[in-house]
């Protein structure tokens, strides 16, 4: 919505930015690592960003559970569990 791609390479990492005039300035990367023998990867990713209203805005959004890292967290583990469990089943 407010931030576009400024690196991709397919299969190993996508890194972005928010535009100018963003509610909120971000930049982060999200890099896919193959581990052990394929069959595993790391997910490692980088979120830098300026909160509304400095470290106050960090602070109250970290009380009320809506800091990016805690729902990064979420995101992340989400995720994880989703590609574990495999495809859908299709009827």
Request: avoid cysteine; hydrophobic fraction near 35%.
């Amino acid at each position: 919505r407010d931030a576009e791609f400024i690196n991709e390479k397919p299969g190993e990492l996508i890194a972005w930015q928010s535009l100018p005039g963003s509610d909120v300035q971000s930049a982060g990367s999200v890099r896919f690592e193959p581990i052990g023998d394929g069959q595993s990867t790391r997910v490692r990713v980088v979120l830098e960003y300026l909160p509304p209203a400095g470290k106050a805005g960090a602070f109250v959004a970290r009380l009320l559970g809506s800091a990016p890292e805690q729902q990064l967290e979420t995101d992340l583990r989400l995720f994880k569990e989703k590609m574990e469990s495999g495809p859908a089943p299709t009827a």
